[in-house]
């Protein structure tokens, strides 16, 4: 195949994706300084310009823990009690900054914050499922993030990962996006 022909198959392809979920960690979304607003500000734009190519999106982040580590000054191993404070701390932040990002773009977003028993019961799992396909008829790109304020296990790395899954399996995704650590 050649080079525009894969570049066509490629296209064409795309062309059919109707709902995108993009999942990105505390890892690409954190350096030295804490949370990097530079790539919060690159994505909004990203995520803008699928949203308003006709595509429903929805983002998965997580980054309240580390956002709440810079702001209360807790580096290092801490116990649940106090990840689940600094996480409380940095959420509010944390969505001020996608908000401001997306804000550039006139494009609406909104937050949900889930634990892992959401997907327990089938009618919390039916609501938040017509949650989300409404905020999509609203133009409106939900950000999803495990509410680690509320956690009552020791949230681990993989809890984000679990959640981004589901939500596109929920959300029936044409396409799961999850950009490698830069």
């Not at 996480?87 to 932040?93: C, S």
Request: proline fraction near 3%.
């Amino acid at each position: 195949m050649t080079i525009k022909n894969d570049l066509y198959f490629r296209q064409s392809c795309f062309d059919k994706i109707k709902r995108v979920v993009v999942k990105v960690g505390s890892q690409i979304l954190t350096g030295e300084q804490g949370i990097n607003v530079a790539f919060i500000a690159s994505l909004a734009r990203e995520l803008s310009f699928l949203q308003n190519s006709g595509r429903e999106v929805l983002l998965v982040c997580s980054g309240a823990i580390a956002m709440g580590r810079h702001k209360a000054f807790t580096y290092g191993s801490v116990g649940i009690s106090v990840r689940q404070a600094i996480a409380a701390i940095g959420q509010p932040t944390l969505m001020r900054l996608y908000s401001e990002a997306f804000n550039e773009y006139h494009q609406n977003i909104a937050q949900i914050l889930l634990v892992p028993s959401d997907f327990d019961s089938r009618d919390k799992y039916m609501n938040l499922r017509n949650t989300i396909l409404t905020l999509f008829q609203f133009d409106t790109i939900p950000i999803v993030n495990e509410n680690d304020a509320l956690i009552i296990e020791e949230p681990c790395y993989d809890d984000e990962n679990i959640l981004a899954v589901k939500i596109a399996n929920l959300i029936e995704a044409d396409i799961f996006i999850w950009p490698a650590n830069i």
